[in-house]
């Protein structure tokens, strides 16, 4: 669908040159729904603006469905953009917004009225047809900037943080909005969002980027449970990370020794090393507390009660911290109390082995 | 607010009656000179009673008359012209990406507002010499295109504002809608832009119904344009007609004047219905 292979976008000359993009591969298929994910100033609104046609990358080929688009203004690109403040035309109504791509393609008025008519269904936003833009409300607002994205049935969606203006819940409603209209519609999204939540409640695939880079490539629950990177890791969720010592590989699992001197298999990295000093990443709520001596031990050091959970941290022998999360039952007295001596464990496999 | 009290310009010893005092220098002679267009008698100084015969004798005088449709034709044309340029400069010094040179260039657009106008004005009259020597021509253009040119910094300044405060998002989602440069700045800029676009053009209008000094230099035997007229007129016998056109001028600006502020007031308002 949309293949990018050594992309690379330099902003400025000389000792001013920034890097915005650096060598980005990557291949979006048919109709899936695609997120760039990192911290703001990482590229991802870069690429995004590199598909539509909005920068010019350095170096690099983009192609969508074989064709090479880099070449092309974005007037002619088979893309359109939903834009971060939606960028409504002021002086149009929402029926002369969702109509406006229609019209800039020359098709017959009969054919803008009806298709027009179509997406205000779709939004759901037809009794509001005749009103300017400027008198509806900020989630209408988003919904008539993706109807008109959507009306000239582009083979790409790009959304650039359509949801970072709304406020919560109806950040969440609009979240489920877009995959209902991204599944009736069939069209490839590519998301853009600074939000790991979003991202992994959202997408077929994630790529996580940073500097320019990316990271990983993944579904959801791989990027989650099997970050690559240190960063990738930290960036989503929360971790904990143990410095270990890699005794060996055999595909994908790998036998590391713990700082307590025990050994536990977790999952090798890919392009990893065969052995030597590691980052093993483990998520709160894959390890146990155990009042016995685990795989790590170390003392209850602080228990925080979030509600759903509660968080456990531990200050392990030889420093280190290390935090437990519990999802709390009704009428359970956990009976573990502050300066306890605990043992934390998790199953074989449950740990990642990161790529340094 | 004890705190924003302290810097309280209104609280400086002298405040109100300076400024009392400079808007009844600013203000004064134009109230006299607007009483003395109703006076009854010859005198621009002696009040001899109501009457509105300088407005009947300025309107029924065949010079006021001809120098009124000149100062129109030559307000409206370099209005136009000044006004269309002024966009393209706009446009060209906000939607393109810095260039080399780009303070020269602003600087050029605003060489008017900079230099001297006798200096214009003599610079004018030699360049449109030399034209006339060599082609003969003493028409009407020579006066439009002097009033074109010193009035593009004016109509310039309105629209650029209002440029430099346009979303720039608008064009690239007029883009991103399969929208050419062309189609995208006749549907999302130039909608944006009219009331900047109506507010240069009614300021460069003003400024070019107003200049004296230019026009002066500039016009050929028999182009007297308004104020060149009243200019003329006030070199031999001073009436009270003089008052009244001034006054029938001041009623014009009056009225653009307003008419801009309420057009610039409408353009932060992003929505016409």
Redesign the interface.
């Known amino acids: 669908m949309i293949e990018i292979s050594g992309l690379s976008k330099t902003f400025g000359l000389g000792a001013n040159a920034f890097t915005a993009l650096d060598d980005i591969n990557v291949e979006i298929r048919q109709n899936e729904f695609f997120t760039l994910l990192g911290p703001s100033g990482c590229g991802k609104t870069t690429l995004l603006r590199s598909i539509?046609?909005?920068v010019d990358p350095t170096s690099g080929s983009l192609t969508i469905e074989g064709q090479d688009v880099l070449p092309l203004?974005?007037?002619?690109r088979p893309?359109?953009?939903v834009?971060q403040?939606y960028?409504?035309?002021?002086?149009m109504t929402v029926a002369q917004n969702i109509g406006?791509?229609l019209e800039?393609?020359d098709r017959p008025k009969a054919e803008i009225k009806q298709v027009v008519g179509e997406m205000l269904e779709l939004v759901q936003m037809a009794p509001m047809a005749d009103r300017?833009?400027?008198?509806i409300s900020g989630g209408q607002q988003q919904r008539v900037a993706l109807a008109?994205?959507l009306a000239?049935r582009p083979k790409v969606l790009l959304l650039d943080e359509p949801l970072s203006a709304l406020d919560f819940k109806l950040r969440k409603e609009m979240q489920i909005e877009l995959k209902r209209l991204q599944s009736e519609t069939g069209i490839t999204f590519v998301f853009v969002t600074h939000d790991q939540e979003e991202a992994l409640t959202m997408s077929d695939r994630i790529a996580v980027m940073s500097s320019g880079r990316i990271l990983q490539i993944g579904g959801p629950k791989d990027i989650y449970d099997h970050p690559a990177e240190r960063f990738v890791a930290d960036f989503i969720g929360d971790t904990n990370f143990l410095e270990a010592t890699l005794q060996s590989v055999a595909g994908e699992v790998a036998t590391v020794t713990l700082p307590s001197g025990k050994t536990v298999a977790a999952r090798a990295v890919q392009g990893g090393g065969q052995s030597g000093a590691v980052t093993l990443a483990v998520r709160p709520e894959h390890a146990v507390l155990t009042k016995e001596s685990g795989l790590l031990d170390g003392v209850l050091e602080n228990i925080v009660y979030f509600g759903t959970d509660t968080h456990y941290h531990i200050t392990l022998d030889g420093g280190s911290a290390f935090v437990v999360r519990k999802q709390n039952q009704p009428n359970t007295g956990e009976g573990f109390e502050v300066g306890d001596k605990v043992g934390v464990s998790f199953e074989a496999g449950v740990g990642q082995v990161l790529r340094d | 607010m004890a705190k924003s009290r302290a810097f309280d310009v209104r609280r400086q010893t002298g405040f109100v009656p300076i400024a009392l005092l400079c808007f009844l220098v600013l203000y004064l002679p134009i109230i006299l000179l607007v009483v003395y267009s109703f006076n009854k008698g010859e005198s621009i100084a002696i009040w001899e009673g109501f009457s509105w015969q300088w407005y009947v004798k300025a309107w029924q005088n065949e010079k006021v008359q001809d120098a009124t449709i000149l100062s129109l034709i030559i307000a409206t044309s370099a209005s136009l012209i000044a006004t269309s340029a002024a966009v393209m400069a706009a446009l060209a010094t906000t939607r393109t990406r810095g260039f080399r040179g780009y303070t020269f260039v602003f600087a050029l657009i605003n060489q008017p507002l900079m230099i001297p106008e006798i200096v214009t004005a003599v610079a004018l009259l030699i360049f449109f010499a030399m034209i006339k020597v060599a082609t003969g021509y003493t028409g009407l253009m020579y006066l439009i295109i002097a009033h074109s040119a010193f009035c593009i910094p004016f109509a310039y300044m309105p629209i650029r504002a209002r440029l430099q405060g346009m979303?720039l998002?608008?064009e690239?989602?007029?883009?991103?809608?399969?929208?050419?440069p062309w189609?995208?700045f006749r549907?999302?800029t130039l909608?944006?832009l009219w009331p900047g676009v109506l507010a240069g053009s009614m300021l460069a209008f003003v400024i070019s119904l107003d200049d004296v000094v230019i026009t002066e230099f500039v016009k050929s035997a028999g182009q007297d344009t308004l104020p060149t007229y009243m200019l003329g007129q006030m070199r031999r016998v001073i009436t009270p007609e003089v008052n009244a056109i001034s006054t029938a001028l001041l009623a014009i600006s009056v009225a653009l004047v307003i008419a801009f502020y309420l057009l610039s007031k409408g353009g932060t308002?992003?929505?016409?219905?």
């Open positions: 539509a046609g909005f203004p974005p007037y002619a893309v359109n953009t834009f403040n960028a409504l035309f002021p002086h406006f791509g800039m393609q300017m833009t400027s008198q008109r994205a000239p | 979303d998002n608008l690239q989602a007029g883009a991103d809608l399969y929208g050419t189609r995208v549907r999302v909608p944006q308002q992003t929505n016409r219905e």
